[in-house]
């Protein structure tokens, strides 16, 4: 025998039962939209990678490429820049010295001519003097030096005749 309670019991339970697996399968479904985004999320991440790898790495290599061949290029003319403006730096501080120089040595030859006009007369003689000394001197070695060079044939000379001279005598002994 089965009571109104009982069925309302077993209908109430039923119902539960039905209740929970709806709200199971409502829980169910709500996974598996999570998981469907889930899973679209990473196949957009994963066509997004493959994209990436098929065609952006290619991009990527490409102006990696470039950019190594700018950096070389760059760094060849620097290169070549560094390299010229060394020569240059080089060649105006000869330029430099070269004027330098000349322009010392010029000082040297004006300096006394500047000095010479705040001397007073005797000593400007004095000067003019010297001057004119010295080039008595160089006439002077000159001279000597053709006197010696004429000495010195003479003495050859000299020489070669006292040996014939002494030849002779050698020769007229002997006979």
């Known amino acids: ?41 990473k196949q957009r991440e994963r066509d997004y990678w493959l994209e990436y790898k098929n065609v952006g790495s290619k991009a990527q290599a490409d102006k990696i490429m470039n950019l190594e061949k700018n950096i070389k290029e760059i760094k060849d003319d620097f290169h070549r ?16 010295d070269r004027l330098v120089e000349r322009h010392m040595k010029l000082s ?23 001057e004119w000394l010295k080039e008595e001197v160089k006439l002077y070695e000159k001279e000597v030096s053709e006197l010696k060079a004429s000495i010195q044939l003479l003495e050859e000379e000299n020489i070669a005749l006292v040996t014939k001279l002494i030849d002779s005598k050698l020769q007229n002994l002997r006979v």
């Open 1 to 41: 025998v089965v009571t109104r309670d009982d069925v309302e019991e077993s209908l109430k339970a039923k119902w539960q039962c039905v209740k929970d697996k709806e709200q199971l399968l409502k829980e169910l479904h709500s996974q598996i939209e999570e998981a469907d985004q889930r899973l679209l999320l």
């Open 81 to 96: 820049t560094t390299e010229y403006y060394s020569n240059a730096l080089k060649t105006v501080k000869e330029e430099n």
């Open 108 to 130: 040297k030859e004006q300096a006394p001519k500047s000095a010479v006009r705040y001397l007073d007369k005797n000593s400007c003689r004095e000067i003019e003097e010297n």
